[in-house]
């Protein structure tokens, strides 16, 4: 990465919901950067708060009773509390988003190619023909067989990973400098989250554009991202540089998480480990650390909130690194 300044810096963010009376948090105190022609995972089984942080950064939480404090800075602009006009102008033309579900994402009564003109249109003074233009090689850039064609057809003419695609190609119309990827890959088949993958890596290089990519499987992190942060119960668990958190995690959940990636060396296992239970709902977080009740390794040191702590590379809210039990090395073949 480029030692520059960080194209999107968010400090202690934290997002609450009014429920039963009382402020309950969904996301509590999340820090992290991204830096030019970056690729950074924000990991973590559902419910984590991966999607909260982001509509957030983006100012698309506007439900009645949401408290959002902490700081998110985009080129040194605050986007925490900047009105809703000033941010539609920074929407769709410096930040871009890539929703999980393109079929809900786009409207169904509108074109594809009419869609992303509109976008093009309200960012930049071009007429409807330059749009169009503009639209049709965004959609072949994407790799969309007969893109002119394509352009006239409705969302739910195309398959799933047409409508990903036209998705990215919407995103990238204004050539934003960092694009928001909201599971882009889920329900499609691996061949074509393949593709999508691809697509994404190549952004960088051909857009200039940083990422900030949301997902819940370790594989797609381990091909795709630069550094990665877990996300667990809407707390940072670890972040850090993908190669050293895939090789050494420091936190069990993170551990966890690759222990349910199949090896791609050795004896093949006859089941893949799980992690016992699920994630508490927000109302009934645990004192101290929230994964605590499924980890094997809690004992009375955990129910306390551990900090979050540098260890060599990596950022680690665990006590385990501290008191020298670290997560035993993990094979590297995983690791970029």
Not at 43 to 59: L, Y
Not at 144 to 160: C, F, I, K, M, W
Request: aromatic letters at 4%; one cysteine or more.
């Amino acid at each position: 990465m480029d030692a520059e300044a960080p194209i999107l810096e968010v400090r202690d963010l934290s997002v609450s919901f009014r429920s039963q009376g009382r402020d309950v948090p969904i996301v509590e105190n999340v820090s992290f950067a991204v830096g030019a022609r970056e690729i950074l995972g924000i990991v973590g089984e559902s419910g984590s708060g991966k999607s909260v942080t982001a509509m957030t950064i983006m100012g698309l939480i506007d439900a009645p009773g949401v408290r959002v404090t902490g700081s998110a800075l985009f080129r040194g602009q605050e986007l925490i509390g900047m009105p809703q006009k000033a941010l539609r102008r920074l929407r769709g033309r410096k930040i871009a988003m890539i929703f999980q579900d393109p079929m809900t994402a786009f409207t169904p009564v509108y074109t594809i190619g009419w869609q992303i003109d509109e976008q093009i249109r309200a960012h930049e003074k071009l007429g409807k023909a330059e749009a169009r233009s503009r639209t049709v090689r965004l959609l072949g850039d994407m790799g969309v067989p007969d893109p002119e064609r394509t352009a006239n057809r409705y969302p739910h003419q195309l398959s799933g990973g047409l409508r990903q695609r036209a998705m990215i190609a919407m995103a990238l119309s204004c050539n934003p400098a960092l694009l928001i990827a909201d599971e882009p890959t889920t329900a499609l088949d691996v061949t074509v989250q393949a593709q999508i993958l691809d697509l994404i890596r190549t952004l960088r290089a051909d857009y200039g554009s940083s990422v900030l990519l949301i997902t819940h499987d370790m594989g797609v992190v381990a091909e795709t991202c630069d550094r990665v942060m877990v996300l667990y119960s809407g707390r940072i668990a670890e972040r850090g540089p993908c190669d050293a958190i895939f090789a050494h995690p420091g936190h069990p959940y993170t551990a966890a998480l690759l222990d349910s990636i199949p090896p791609l060396t050795g004896p093949r296992p006859e089941r893949l480990p799980s992690i016992a239970g699920a994630p508490p709902p927000p109302l009934e977080r645990p004192v101290g650390c929230a994964f605590a009740p499924r980890c094997h390794f809690t004992h009375d040191t955990c129910h306390a909130l551990p900090p979050l702590q540098r260890y060599g590379q990596q950022d680690i809210a665990c006590v385990l690194p501290k008191e020298g039990r670290p997560m035993p090395p993990r094979v590297t073949e995983y690791a970029q």
